[in-house]
């Protein structure tokens, strides 16, 4: 019999997600308003110690509400990180804004606070300063907050942080999420831990957090008839769903915690293999390793990170590139891209190994075999 397919990120779902899901059905709350709702923004609310959490459908309608806070329109500029989901840049353009790209530094694979500064001090002296600078917290490493809110805050150009993937990491010892003027979180299937699609926008702005809450129900006004000022959405989170999220919250940090150790064991088990780096931990925080990813020298390892997927392909196993720079897709060629080539080449010799926080100590065994057997094949 073949071996059971092991997944890159899949859903970490169980009884206790089951039962609160079923307790939702039977209280009848099967709307996007009730109890489940409100416990689950107050718990991430005390997870990040932030003043407000609005939760939202997904973490791109989060990012598209956060933008619409900043203040941006049609025809503004956002800086955009081009190492990230292509979600980061969607929300720029529903709003009929221009993404400006930003190339990453290597110790971080997270965008380089020096080209952010540079950017702004530019723009700056033409008087044509961006409307907002998204960080992204790639693959649950946050960006390096320190120099980017300093470069930020000179110019009183707001940052927003897309803290999709980075739940439970810490930069400092501050949460990952509670930067800037918003940041925003998603709870799809393949993240750190899902409502089974979803998301959150957490911040400590009273006036961010009321215009989001109105806007993602359709901006209906306090009248007893249907009254609206403004466009509105339709992005709010079920009451079922947050049911289920607060069931993954109870498990965040176990799931957190297996996510670090298949980190451990990859960078440990593999160590004695030329031509493999491990994406670095920067100094500054920890990180909850969503995904483990590593980059692969072809010519030291004997095989290429093609080669690589090639193999755990045969197997049975999910491998996947890294992300495919924003820059070099085709529907973002028309946009700027400020640095150098870091990005694209995380991207031609990046790969990312199965994650999940369901990974038994066998399926780890197996992805760690097959890297090696790449290499050995290629040789
Ligand atoms: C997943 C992800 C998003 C989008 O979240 P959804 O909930 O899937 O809409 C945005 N940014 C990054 C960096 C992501 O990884």
């Not at 960080?135 to 649950?140: I, K, L, S, W």
């Not at 009321?210 to 509105?232: M, N």
């Not at 960078?267 to 670095?280: C, E, H, N, V």
């Not at 755990?312 to 890294?322: K, S, V």
Request: proline residues 4%; neutral net charge; charged residues 25%.
């Amino acid at each position: 019999m073949a071996d059971a397919r092991i997944f890159l990120s899949p859903p970490d779902v169980g009884d206790v997600e089951r039962k609160l899901l079923l307790q939702a059905f039977d209280s009848n709350w099967v709307a996007p308003v009730g109890p489940d709702l409100d416990a689950f923004e107050e718990q991430i609310k005390d997870q990040l110690g932030v003043r407000h959490a609005v939760a939202l459908s997904s973490g791109t309608a989060a990012l598209h509400l956060a933008l619409t806070a900043a203040g941006v329109r049609r025809g503004d500029t956002v800086l955009v990180p081009s190492f990230t989901f292509a979600a980061t840049a969607n929300a720029v353009m529903y709003l009929g804004a221009r993404p400006v790209f930003l190339d990453s530094t290597r110790e971080s694979w997270n965008v380089d606070p020096e080209l952010v500064a540079e950017e702004l001090r530019r723009r700056a002296r033409k008087g044509r300063l961006p409307r907002v600078v998204i960080a992204v917290d790639m693959y649950g490493q946050t960006a390096d907050y320190d120099p980017l809110m300093e470069a930020c805050d000179r110019y009183g150009v707001p940052l927003i942080e897309d803290a999709a993937e980075a739940l439970g990491a810490d930069y400092r010892g501050r949460a990952a999420g509670s930067f800037g003027l918003a940041g925003i979180l998603s709870f799809n299937g393949n993240k750190i831990m899902t409502t089974g699609g979803g998301g959150m926008l957490v911040t400590d702005d009273d006036r961010v957090a009321a215009q989001t809450r109105h806007l993602s129900t359709q901006a209906r006004e306090k009248e007893e008839h249907y009254e609206h000022r403004r466009v509105g959405y339709n992005y709010r989170l079920s009451n079922l769903l947050a049911a289920v999220g607060r069931g993954q919250l109870q498990r965040l940090g176990d799931m957190i915690a297996a996510r670090r150790e298949t980190n451990r064991y990859y960078r440990a088990a593999l160590s004695d293999l030329s031509g493999i780096s491990f994406m670095p931990v920067a100094g500054y925080g920890r990180p909850n390793h969503w995904l483990t990813c590593l980059l692969v020298d072809a010519n030291q390892f004997g095989a290429s990170r093609d080669d690589i997927l090639a193999t755990l392909r045969e197997r049975n196993i999910e491998g996947r590139p890294t992300w495919k720079p924003l820059h070099l897709q085709p529907m973002f060629r028309d946009f700027p891209m400020r640095g150098g080539d870091t990005c694209a080449d995380l991207f031609d010799r990046g790969l990312c190994l199965p994650s999940g926080s369901a990974l038994t100590q066998q399926d780890r065994e197996r992805v760690v075999q097959a890297v090696r057997a790449a290499a050995e094949q290629g040789a």
